[in-house]
């Protein structure tokens, strides 16, 4: 038997109203861990933490990619850090395409809101699985592997993707081969590609070397 004092300062301990690991809000004013943000202290948080309103805007998709990428993760929506999730709108103009990528650190769930997209992911044993998707339709693609979306048909598209990390990280292939200086000659030789294509997505994505 516990002595009855010692049994209510652990009632007490257990009941008190400490939110202490409820939640932990990002604190932006300090540096990023491999881990994510360090809270913020709880006397700072208010209800704008816990709240994203950018979801509803329609990104610009006036670039190379005809495409746009809203991100609400925790650098953007702070109360989303150590809670495991976040979200993203995904706009695209006609001929619109989020090229080749991945997210490290997560799964995506994509719903398509507006238009048509056909959206697939490459497994790490190279079988393809890709689909053309319409309002309502969803599709998962699991942590870490290469995926795409392409707007098709005669209407822009909009989707909504759900993320498993509040920063789940995004590389885009030929962002990452073409838009920074290692030489041409490595990137002909990592990737099989001739001289003149390199040199060509070089230019288009802005790299150097
Ligand atoms: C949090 O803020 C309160 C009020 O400003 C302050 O008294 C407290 O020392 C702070 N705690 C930490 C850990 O900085």
């Given at each position: 038997m516990l002595p009855i004092p010692f049994l209510l300062l652990l009632l007490s301990s257990?009941?008190?109203?400490?939110?202490?690991?409820?939640?932990?809000?990002?604190?932006?004013?300090?540096?990023?861990?491999?881990?994510?943000?360090?809270?913020?202290?709880?006397s700072a948080v208010t209800v704008s933490?816990?709240?994203?309103?950018?979801?509803?805007?329609?990104g610009n998709t006036n670039n190379i990619f005809k495409a746009a990428v809203t991100p609400a993760f925790s650098s953007q929506f702070p109360g989303l850090n150590g809670l495991g999730i976040s979200a993203a709108r995904?706009?695209?103009a006609i001929g619109g395409v989020v090229p080749l990528h991945t997210h490290p650190a997560a799964s995506e769930l994509l719903i398509v809101i507006h238009?048509?997209?056909?959206?697939?992911?490459?497994?790490?044993s190279n079988s393809v699985y890709y689909k053309t998707l319409n309002k309502g339709d969803a599709i998962v693609f699991p942590q870490?592997?290469?995926?795409?979306?392409?707007?098709?048909?005669?209407?822009p598209a909009v989707?909504?993707?759900s993320f498993s990390s509040p920063e789940p990280g995004l590389q885009i292939v030929s962002v990452a081969l073409f838009a920074n200086s290692l030489?041409?000659?490595?990137?002909?030789?990592v990737t099989f590609l001739d001289d003149a294509?390199?040199?060509?997505?070089?230019?288009?994505?802005?790299?150097?070397?």
């Amino acid at each position: 038997m516990l002595p009855i004092p010692f049994l209510l300062l652990l009632l007490s301990s257990i009941l008190s109203p400490s939110s202490a690991a409820d939640f932990c809000v990002a604190d932006l004013t300090l540096p990023t861990t491999p881990v994510g943000f360090s809270c913020k202290n709880e006397s700072a948080v208010t209800v704008s933490d816990f709240i994203f309103s950018g979801l509803g805007v329609t990104g610009n998709t006036n670039n190379i990619f005809k495409a746009a990428v809203t991100p609400a993760f925790s650098s953007q929506f702070p109360g989303l850090n150590g809670l495991g999730i976040s979200a993203a709108r995904l706009d695209f103009a006609i001929g619109g395409v989020v090229p080749l990528h991945t997210h490290p650190a997560a799964s995506e769930l994509l719903i398509v809101i507006h238009g048509t997209i056909l959206a697939g992911f490459i497994s790490s044993s190279n079988s393809v699985y890709y689909k053309t998707l319409n309002k309502g339709d969803a599709i998962v693609f699991p942590q870490g592997l290469l995926h795409f979306q392409v707007q098709i048909g005669g209407l822009p598209a909009v989707a909504l993707a759900s993320f498993s990390s509040p920063e789940p990280g995004l590389q885009i292939v030929s962002v990452a081969l073409f838009a920074n200086s290692l030489p041409s000659l490595l990137v002909e030789k990592v990737t099989f590609l001739d001289d003149a294509e390199v040199k060509k997505l070089k230019k288009v994505f802005g790299g150097t070397g």
